[in-house]
């Protein structure tokens, strides 16, 4: 057995490591003349100490240190292999982690370390270590953002890396985004822009529905051109730049959603420029795509005038606690063909329009959803419980909400594909097995409770809601939580 000395930078070699390999495949005086079946063994230790053992498969000589007597090495392939089977079956083990940021091509990551040993270069006495990536938060040039991990999970180091990342996109504006005026840039807001590239101004980052801006190069002033349509009415022109303005100073972001719905489908100049006066904000079109309001609007034309329906729309976005609109417009776009087919001219209010739709429906209108199952997390499941004399369950069918639907006479069953989309959830409250009411439910809120008829709940049915939500929605307060 012969022993080679060399020394390297003792940082290097936390933990010791063994490295076996083929003597007869490393460059040395007789490579290729002489075949010789030995191993060389290459021990490096945590001291600074690294020896180069060339043996027979058959010694089974125990290698100690010679300068501070370790006899403990730990298997270098094996680490290289599977470094997470490695850190199970070597617990003792302790890793430094280093740090780095990582460009490649379109993808940037800010990741930690280790270096392990990989292979010996035994004509020049080297050991070549190699980066194994253990946490890494990548991010790439579409904005996608992924954490890859060696070791366990661990939170607070991926919250490390993303403030790290972030530093990082401060310095260097990597993908030569829009900068912030006056403030950092934040992680969500280079993922923003990264998944909006044709936004060339920050501004962008404070505007709700981004989706409705044609996905072209655009700054503010031209995406502004686009919310009103195009309009050629200056007042039209100034009554959209004095409602972003107002929006914007009022409450530090943008949604040009009615505005948009309105320039689209509003001829009357007037109208339009008396309704971005109002600078009304509300979130009444949450779940309602532009494409279903502006059929909505549509088909109110073949019934009302244009005055009648911008009437009906301002007294519904004024009273938003108290609308029919977003209900009523889901309820439309459900079975459209049906409601054209059967529909009654009735009074001009919401209110009136959202019954008679909800007359127009028969129970072949919802036939298609009656065998559709709804699926539910355990965490919703676990509030269908027992209160005071209620008990709170979840529809499982279509058919199930659509009955449920029809005891409380309300339009409940057009809120299935929501449903299934868990976009929204529809808790029921029964009373000695008679469904007394029912409560819409979005993250943790309540957007609307009602019993029969829409009625307002009762005293003693608030009372129960409010044990229901104390209990499982709230601990530090006896507030209902409504989405405002």
Request: hydrophobic share 35%.
């Amino acid at each position: 057995m012969k022993k080679i000395n060399q020394y390297v930078e003792p940082y290097l070699l936390l933990p010791s490591w063994k490295i076996t390999s083929d003597f007869d495949q490393q460059n040395h005086l007789f490579s290729g003349i002489i075949e010789t079946k030995y191993l060389l063994e290459t021990y490096c230790c945590t001291c600074g100490h690294t020896e180069f053992v060339i043996k027979d498969p058959r010694d089974a000589h125990q290698y100690i240190c010679r300068e501070c007597n370790n006899e403990i090495f730990y298997d270098a392939h094996h680490a290289l292999q599977n470094i997470y089977d490695f850190q199970l079956k070597n617990l003792d083990v302790e890793f430094p982690l280093e740090y780095e940021v990582f460009v490649d091509n379109a993808k940037v990551a800010a990741r930690y370390f280790i270096l392990l040993a990989s292979e010996v270069d035994f004509l020049t006495q080297k050991v070549i270590y190699i980066k194994k990536p253990i946490y890494s938060l990548v991010l790439s040039s579409d904005g996608d953002v992924e954490e890859l991990y060696e070791f366990e999970y661990d939170e607070k180091i991926f919250v490390e890396l993303k403030g790290r990342l972030t530093d990082y996109l401060n310095e260097t504006n990597h993908f030569n985004l829009p900068k912030p005026q006056n403030k950092r840039a934040t992680l969500s807001y280079v993922i923003f822009f990264l998944k909006h590239r044709y936004l060339k101004d920050d501004e962008f980052y404070n505007w709700k529905n981004i989706g409705l801006i044609e996905p072209k190069e655009v700054d503010v002033k031209s995406a502004i051109a686009q919310i009103s349509s195009y309009r050629k009415e200056r007042s039209i022109k100034k009554a959209v730049y004095k409602n972003y303005e107002y929006q914007m100073n009022e409450f530090g972001r943008y949604d040009p959603f009615y505005t948009l719905v309105f320039t689209e489908n509003f001829e009357d100049p007037n109208l339009v420029v008396e309704f971005l006066n109002l600078n009304i904000s509300n979130n009444l079109h949450e779940e309602i795509t532009r494409y279903e309001i502006e059929v909505f609007i549509k088909f109110l034309k073949s019934y009302y005038t244009q005055m009648q329906i911008y009437k009906l729309f301002i007294k519904e976005l004024k009273h938003a606690e108290h609308s029919y609109l977003r209900d009523t417009v889901i309820e439309y776009c459900m079975t459209p063909e049906t409601i054209e087919r059967t529909f009654t001219k009735v009074k001009c209010t919401m209110k009136a329009i959202h019954d008679e739709l909800l007359q127009c429906q028969t129970v072949d209108t919802y036939q298609a959803i009656f065998t559709c199952k709804l699926d539910y997390t355990e965490k919703e499941l676990h509030v269908c419980a027992d209160v005071e004399h209620c008990t709170v369950c979840l529809p499982h069918t279509g058919e199930e909400l659509y009955n449920w639907g029809q005891t409380l006479q309300n339009c409940m069953a057009s809120y299935f594909y929501m449903i299934q989309e868990k976009k929204t959830l529809i808790y029921c409250f029964f009373t000695e097995g008679r469904l007394a009411f029912a409560v819409e439910m979005k993250d943790g809120v309540i957007v609307q409770s009602s019993g029969k008829y829409n009625a307002v709940l009762t005293h003693d049915e608030n009372k129960i809601l409010k044990l229901w939500f104390k209990r499982f929605f709230s601990q530090q307060t006896e507030e209902l939580v409504y989405v405002a």
